[in-house]
């Protein structure tokens, strides 16, 4: 009850702004190689009324010893999908792969992707297809290129692509896709490898730096939003690795770290979190706060263009999405959907 009287204030809160309301899906990204829903998973995709899934269907590597592309972790369906979901394969080609990939190969390249696909996907239709790569200056006209390729073998369907923050805000050096639509990836703001940097995952500060153009950016926008965390440990001032899902509340239980707003310092030598921990080292835990996320929803829906979108979070994972009330989601599509 408490859920549908949230809904119905904030229906009523934007009947008074001057921004209009915008015509948006909501959506998941689901970035596992098996896909299998969980209890938590269908429950939270049902009350916040979400019916679209932007599934990893494979990653595109190279293969040095070969010098040919290669598959790495390929989908695995281990779940039936419910009717009121419509999927969207999502393609990751890695930079290296167009580093090494000759021009002569690039048609050959699109049917590769097309045949792994059709051997993975299930019976179910897709409307569009989404190919994920940062790509740079170097191989921006060999991506280009290849995307425009595969629009000659979409057959009526959408094809979309990845935009990062750096890609807008250094669009004449970067490009813009020939693909239908971007997602732009509202997060990885800054450089994780420094250990100075408070938050790479989300900073509206840092934000604020690449998206002064963005209501100008020629191609209509989709939006993804982080709810993932992780933490970043160092050696002195050299970055070690990122330890996935590892967040605050474990890291707070633990008697030989000391902590520091967000970072954690060794206080002994200690195997913990499946690697070796030096005293001194420190780990720096990158979370996503819940009222910064709609901040940056609202300040998000006012200065992109488009009024026909889809508005996703990154990513569906019991222990993500754990973090978050169904209402704290909910509350932040709706500040998209309708601003203030």
């Not at 299998?36 to 010893?65: G, M, P």
């Not at 709609?294 to 990513?315: E, N």
């Amino acid at each position: 009850m408490r859920f549908y009287l949230l809904f119905l204030i904030l229906l009523i809160q934007s009947c008074g702004s001057d921004t209009p309301s915008k015509n948006v899906t909501r959506a998941f990204y689901y970035w596992k190689s098996a896909f299998q829903l969980s209890n938590a998973e269908r429950q939270t995709l049902d009350t916040c009324h979400v019916n679209k899934l932007y599934i990893k269907a494979f990653d595109i590597d190279w293969n040095f010893a070969t010098n040919k592309p290669i598959l790495k972790a390929p989908l695995v369906f281990q779940d039936s999908i419910p009717e009121n979901l419509s999927l969207v394969p999502v393609i990751f080609i890695t930079n290296q792969t167009l580093k090494q990939i000759p021009d002569t190969y690039l048609a050959e390249f699109v049917d590769f992707v097309n045949i792994r696909l059709k051997n993975i996907w299930p019976q179910k239709p897709y409307t569009e297809i989404q190919f994920d790569c940062d790509w740079t200056i170097s191989t921006r006209v060999k991506y280009f290129r290849f995307l425009d390729l595969y629009r000659k073998h979409c057959q009526g369907k959408i094809l979309s692509a990845t935009i990062r923050l750096h890609q807008i805000k250094f669009v004449h050096k970067t490009g813009i896709p020939p693909v239908d639509r971007g997602m732009l990836m509202f997060y990885n703001m800054s450089d994780w490898k420094k250990p100075l940097i408070k938050n790479s995952i989300y900073d509206l500060d840092a934000a604020s730096q690449y998206t002064a153009t963005l209501s100008k950016y020629p191609l209509a926008l989709d939006i993804v939003l982080p709810l993932f965390r992780w933490a970043i440990f160092y050696r002195g001032d050299q970055f070690m690795t990122v330890i996935n899902k590892l967040d605050s509340k474990t890291l707070n239980q633990q008697k030989f770290l000391k902590k520091e707003d967000n970072k954690y310092y060794i206080q002994e030598d200690v195997q913990a979190f499946g690697i070796s921990l030096r005293k001194g080292d420190m780990i720096r835990v990158e979370e996503v706060d819940y009222e910064e996320l709609l901040k940056g929803s609202r300040a998000l829906s006012k200065q992109i263009s488009t009024q026909k979108l889809t508005f996703a979070f990154y990513d569906l994972d019991p222990k993500t999405i754990s973090n978050y009330s169904h209402e704290q989601l909910h509350k932040i599509f709706l500040s998209f959907e309708l601003p203030d």
